[in-house]
């Protein structure tokens, strides 16, 4: 028990048993265990309750002027649902205990009292009442702790691009589901010089909020990344080198990052461990692009990544993905696969990336069907439109 | 998930089975963690009945490799099935863990 002393409050029309109370748990009382408040019936029991609203537990009689036992109980349970109460009744009173166990009393003796059984039942249930304001506590903070991962969901949400170039060449179109309220993957459309557009896509170690303060730093770094330099290897070379700098947490993130050409229609991209993206061309043949063996960021410093080259051609789509959309499980425990997402692509309505995406969250869902996700779901598509 | 252990030819062969993922990676390294004694010399991870691994459970196979490095302890990993090498392939981490085929060849490995 964490609280000295328990404060009770004994209601009993008796006036007896107040010297007897005081004189049978006097050691209780001197060792600072107890200290008792007495009411000679459930009114005055009630003005008790008011005054003081220390008293963590109730012993009552049954049988009382103005109020019984059974009333105050009612009347207990809605001032305040967290004071526990014992009842004291005539032996063998089994249909008055029944009444009063009904309406939450805790537990219940019988008269004579048995001291011994009443400091016994004044133990548990205090023991009890310790329990339970520990959970009502941790439920608090959890709450709390809930709201503040919903704003953290709202700020990392916030990052994410909502906007995308809608161009008569070309079109782009992403989203994630994160798993828990906040997730680790993220991806971007950055602007770039020339035209040019800057496509990423990355997926942090593990979840929630840890995942998520290194998805913010990773994204940062690669902006900054991404803006100074034209190359996509030296983009991946310098976030890597920044993240590796006091990463006691060996957490890392998988990262593709791309630079498109809409004038040639050419992505150069360099690959830090992650996922290859599917190409659908318009025969609706599909196609991955090739690894380039890069090593995930944060893992080591001083990595070189190596480039690529593929050309879009018109009609072609190309989607980006965390393994959250391939790795989607069944209530079966399969997984949807590389084969199932290739389906989903081709069956998709339209090219707009939009539609592609809205295809890939559908096709999951049904999948999936009422499994938990356990992973953050991310995708982007983009489209070099035909002529 | 499951991890065992044994001792074979002054190696200690740390056996994981079944799936390690977000939900279960803080016991796998806590399991590997325990599974290391004092004066152990070289370790093996067999992975022949490790059927799936995320990137939570890639990243406590980082943090115990940098652990044995800084104590020299010897290691390497073993028996991957084919998806698990992949995921090992495409993040990269086939280069930073050395795998071999066998349990026998990662033992001949260490020496």
């Known amino acids: ?387 | 998930m499951q991890v065992t252990t044994e001792n074979k030819n002054g190696s200690l062969v740390i056996v994981t089975e079944g799936r390690v993922d977000g939900s279960n990676a803080p016991e796998f390294q806590e399991a590997l963690k325990d599974a290391i004694k004092e004066g152990e010399q070289k370790v093996i991870l067999d992975f022949e009945r490790l059927s799936y691994i995320s990137s939570a459970g890639l990243r406590v196979i980082l943090m115990f490799a940098k652990q044995l490095r800084r104590e020299n302890i010897a290691f390497s990993a073993c028996s991957l099935i084919a998806s698990v090498k992949d995921i090992f392939a495409i993040s990269g981490f086939d280069k930073i863990i050395p795998i071999h085929e066998s349990q026998k060849e990662a033992m001949a490995a260490l020496g």
């Open chain 1, 1 to 387: 028990m964490n609280k000295n002393p328990y404060k009770i409050l004994v209601v009993d029309d008796e006036p007896d048993l107040q010297p007897l109370m005081l004189q049978r748990m006097r050691r209780s009382i001197r060792a600072g265990k107890y200290v008792f408040v007495f009411a000679g019936n459930g009114v005055e029991a009630l003005e008790r309750l008011r005054e003081q609203q220390d008293i963590d537990m109730v012993v009552s009689d049954i049988n009382m002027p103005q109020m019984d036992g059974l009333t105050l109980l009612d009347q207990i349970a809605q001032l305040d649902p967290n004071i526990r109460s014992v009842i004291v009744s005539a032996y063998g009173d089994m249909k008055n205990i029944r009444t009063a166990m009904n309406r939450g009393a805790f537990d219940f003796i019988t008269k004579p009292i048995d001291f011994d059984d009443l400091r016994i039942t004044i133990d548990r249930t205090l023991k009890h009442m310790a329990r339970w304001r520990e959970a009502l506590t941790s439920r608090d903070q959890l709450v709390t702790l809930q709201h503040e991962l919903d704003i953290a969901r709202k700020m990392q949400r916030a990052i994410l691009p909502t906007e995308f170039p809608n161009k008569p060449g070309y079109r782009i179109f992403g989203d994630m589901e994160p798993a828990r309220n906040v997730g680790g993957d993220f991806f971007d459309v950055i602007p770039l010089e020339h035209g040019r557009v800057g496509l990423a896509i990355a997926d942090v170690s593990d979840k929630g909020v840890p995942a998520a303060l290194f998805m913010m730093s990773s994204r940062t770094l690669l902006k900054g990344a991404a803006i100074g330099s034209s190359e996509p290897g030296d983009a991946l070379r310098e976030v890597n080198d920044m993240l590796c700098e006091k990463n006691e947490s060996m957490m890392f993130v998988t990262l593709l990052y791309g630079i498109y050409d809409p004038a040639s229609g050419k992505l150069t991209y360099a690959n830090a461990g992650h996922n290859s993206p599917i190409v659908v061309h318009p025969d609706k043949s599909c196609d991955m692009l090739p690894l380039t063996d890069g090593i995930a960021i944060g893992v080591m410093p001083d990595l070189e990544y190596r480039q690529k080259t593929i050309t879009l051609s018109p009609g072609d789509t190309l989607t980006f993905y965390t393994d959250g959309v391939t790795e989607a499980m069944n209530q079966n425990e399969e997984v949807l696969g590389e084969e199932r997402l290739f389906e989903i692509l081709k069956g998709a309505s339209s090219k707009e990336p939009e539609e592609i995406t809205r295809a890939i969250f559908e096709g999951i869902k049904t999948f999936v069907g009422d499994a938990p996700q356990s992973d953050d779901i991310t995708c982007m598509t983009i489209y070099r439109a035909e002529n």
